[in-house]
């Protein structure tokens, strides 16, 4: 069966300090990764999207990035955070056009 | 108009209530649909997922879709008080590239034993 992890689950940062949040998919290929940022009371965000190694769409115009190194490895960066990046951080997969996606456990960020 | 309307709530019923949520959507593309409970803290967790018209069961949950209405609901029958969570409602395009979901905001759903 295909599993999704995400880590770290919390994560507290400084204004200013780099991020790096992994994602990784086990028990498939070629899956269709998500980053998605859930801020309460205001749903679900999508930021970036990749059907492929080293193909990534961006959603957002922000200062964050994604990148896809590996077909199940899926990373959001930072060079330099905000107090606005606070917030539940959600990767997600699905197996191709159609198909419902599913969730990892997300990484709770704030930053001081 | 937002695409996806979805009541807030919160709501609160009584262990062993039957539970309707509700959504609406404007976008008659649409054409799958999915609800998803996520507890606090926890990633959202795939419930139902449909692309016709009518109703789809498992178990106690039971989706409905209405395309012809824009309107998508879930119900719960004998709920419990481990169905506390927040229910959120996705929608989705059909064919090739349609790779994003739409959301709802989520209805906020307590069961009191």
């Known amino acids: 069966s295909q599993t999704i992890h995400q880590w770290p689950a919390t994560l507290v940062q400084p204004v200013g300090s780099p991020l790096s949040l992994e994602c990784t998919v086990e028990?498939?290929?070629?899956?269709?990764l998500y980053w998605y940022r859930q801020a309460a009371g205001r749903g679900l965000q999508l930021l970036f999207y990749?059907?492929?190694?080293?193909?990534i769409s961006s959603e957002v115009p922000q200062n964050l990035s994604a990148s896809r190194p590996q077909d199940r490895q899926f990373i959001l960066s930072s060079k330099k955070l905000l107090l606005s990046d606070s917030g539940f951080y959600l990767c997600?997969?699905?197996?191709?056009?159609?198909?419902?996606?599913?969730f990892g456990d997300g990484t709770r960020l704030s930053i001081l | 108009q937002k695409e996806v309307e979805q009541d807030p709530g919160p709501l609160s019923v009584p262990e062993g209530a039957i539970v309707s949520l509700n959504c609406t959507y404007s976008?008659?593309?649409?054409?799958?649909f999915m609800w998803y409970r996520q507890y606090s803290r926890k990633g959202p967790e795939l419930l139902m997922y449909t692309y016709s018209s009518g109703n789809k069961e498992d178990g106690r949950f039971t989706a409905q879709v209405d395309k012809s209405s824009k309107y998508i609901s879930l119900f719960i029958r004998d709920s419990q008080p481990s169905d506390s969570a927040t229910y959120l409602c996705a929608h989705r395009y059909s064919g090739a590239g349609s790779y994003q979901l739409t959301f709802g905001k989520g209805t906020k759903l307590s069961v009191i034993p």
């Open positions: 028990g498939t290929s070629n899956p269709n």
């Open positions: 976008n008659s593309a649409f054409q799958y």
């Open positions: 990749s059907v492929g190694i080293g193909q």
């Open positions: 997600a997969w699905c197996g191709g056009p159609n198909q419902p996606q599913h």
